[in-house]
C-alpha cells in the first residue's frame, strides 16, 4: 500500500558483505517499516550491487532531511554508495514532446487521466498544430515549437525554457533528433520509444525496413536518450510475431500497439523509482 509516507531508496555500489544488514538496520533505527526489497547483484563475490527499497516512515516530509544527511553518514560513504531517495509525496512532473502521430501520447495521457501514472503531466510540446484539440480535451497545455535545420539552437532553447521544472520528458514519437546540449541538460531524464526492436532498424521507416527484410517479430523498444542516435540504455522491449503476408501498414498498426504498451510500462517505472542506470544498461526492478 503506498501512502504519502512512501519513500523509496535506490542503491549503487560494490558488492560487499554488510549492505542488506547496514541499510535495513539503519531505518528500522529510525523507526522505518520496509515494505519492499529488491536486490541484484552481478557477480557472487565482488561485483556490482543494486538495491531498491520501499518503505513507510512517520512524519516522512519533515524528516527528509535529517533522514537524506543521517544516510549519507551513516551508511552510504562507508559502502561508497551512488544513491538516491524519493518520496512518493513529491509527485513527479513530466512533460511531453509530440510531432503528428497521436497513439503513444494518447495512451499516456489516457493512463494518467485514469491514475495509471502517478505524476503530473505538465505540458505537451509539439512541432505542429495537429495534436492541439486531443492534448487541450485532457485538461493539458499544449505548445508548438517548430523546429528546422535554420532554427535548431534556438527552438531547443524554447523547448528547454518550456520544460524547466520537469523531472522527466517523454518523446512519444517525436520525429526531431534532438540537438546535443539539450540531451546534456536533461541527462538520463528523457524517454523516447523506438518504433522497432533495436537494434534493429535504426532510423527513419522501420516497418518498411522490417517489411523488406522479411521479418517474422516486430517490436519496439523504449530507452534513454543519449547523445547517440537511439543508442541510450534500453528500458523496456516487447515483439509481436508476424506472418509472411503481413503488409507496411498492417505492421505499422501492430506496431503502434507495441508502441503504446512499452512506452507506458517505461514512464510508470521510471515514476516508480524502479530503474537504475548503470553504464549503457539498466536494472528495473518489476
Known amino acids: 500500500m503506498i501512502t504519502a509516507n512512501t519513500a523509496r531508496l535506490l542503491i549503487t555500489c560494490e558488492d560487499k558483505p ?16 520496509i515494505t519492499a526489497l529488491d ?7 565482488g561485483g556490482r550491487y543494486f538495491m531498491r527499497v520501499e518503505f513507510e516512515l512517520e512524519h516522512l516530509q519533515e524528516r527528509k532531511e535529517t533522514l537524506l ?3 549519507e553518514s551513516n551508511v552510504a560513504t562507508r559502502y561508497d554508495m551512488h544513491w538516491r531517495m524519493s518520496l512518493v509525496s513529491d509527485t513527479k512532473k513530466v512533460g511531453i514532446l509530440v510531432s503528428k502521430v497521436d497513439h503513444a501520447l494518447l495512451e499516456l495521457l489516457w493512463r494518467h487521466s485514469r491514475g495509471g501514472l502517478p505524476c503530473e503531466i505538465t505540458k505537451v ?3 505542429h498544430e495537429d495534436l492541439r484539440e486531443a492534448v487541450e480535451n485532457f485538461g493539458i497545455p499544449f505548445e ?32 526531431q533528433i534532438l540537438d546535443e ?23 527513419a521507416n522501420p516497418y518498411k525496413q522490417a ?6 517479430l516486430i517490436g519496439a523498444t523504449a530507452h534513454y536518450v543519449t547523445a547517440d542516435l537511439d543508442q541510450g540504455p534500453i528500458i523496456e522491449q516487447d515483439v509481436e510475431r508476424v506472418s509472411h503476408d503481413f503488409t507496411v501498414d498492417q505492421l505499422r498498426e501492430l506496431g503502434q500497439d507495441v508502441e503504446r504498451n512499452v512506452l507506458a510500462r517505461a514512464v510508470k517505472w521510471h515514476l516508480e523509482d524502479r530503474i537504475i542506470v548503470d553504464g549503457h544498461k539498466t536494472v528495473v526492478f518489476q
Open 69 to 71: 544527511q543521517t544516510f
Open 181 to 203: 546540449e539539450f540531451v546534456a541538460k536533461w541527462e538520463m531524464k528523457v524517454i523516447n520509444i523506438h518504433h522497432s526492436f533495436l537494434p534493429a532498424f535504426v532510423g
Open 144 to 175: 508548438v515549437v517548430p523546429v528546422n535545420k535554420e532554427n535548431k539552437r534556438d527552438a531547443y532553447a524554447k523547448i528547454d525554457e518550456l520544460m524547466q521544472g520537469n523531472d522527466l520528458l517523454v518523446l512519444a514519437r517525436y520525429m
Open 18 to 33: 554488510g549492505i542488506v544488514q547496514a541499510v535495513s538496520s539503519f531505518l528500522y533505527h529510525q523507526g522505518a517499516n
Open 211 to 216: 517489411y523488406e527484410k522479411g521479418v517474422k
Open 39 to 45: 536486490q541484484y547483484a552481478t557477480e557472487a563475490h
Open 125 to 127: 510540446v509539439s512541432n
